[in-house]
């Protein structure tokens, strides 16, 4: 799986932190980061971040802007 998060858009809502903390995490400078390709294990809640964030920022395999 691979996942991409389009930095010009993100707001650092934290959204994804919060729904899925495997894969997404805020560093000491309060910039998000995050593995860009996670275990598959993890799909289900990448796929409810990318859902729940405020500016649908998250793509997962390929799906990009």
Same mark, same amino acid.
């Given at each position: 799986?691979? =996942?991409? =998060?389009?930095?010009?858009?993100?707001? *650092?809502?934290?959204?994804?932190?919060? #729904? &899925?903390?495997? =894969?997404? &995490? *805020?560093?000491?400078?309060?910039? *998000?980061?995050?593995?860009?390709?996670?275990?598959?294990?993890?799909? #289900?809640?990448?796929? #409810? &971040? &990318?859902? #729940?964030?405020? =500016?649908?920022?998250?793509? *997962?395999?390929?799906?990009?802007?």
């Amino acid at each position: 799986m691979k =996942v991409f =998060v389009d930095t010009d858009r993100c707001t *650092l809502s934290a959204q994804c932190v919060f #729904t &899925a903390e495997e =894969v997404f &995490a *805020l560093n000491e400078d309060d910039e *998000l980061v995050y593995d860009p390709t996670p275990d598959e294990q993890w799909r #289900t809640d990448i796929e #409810t &971040a &990318a859902k #729940t964030c405020p =500016v649908q920022a998250i793509f *997962l395999d390929g799906d990009r802007p």
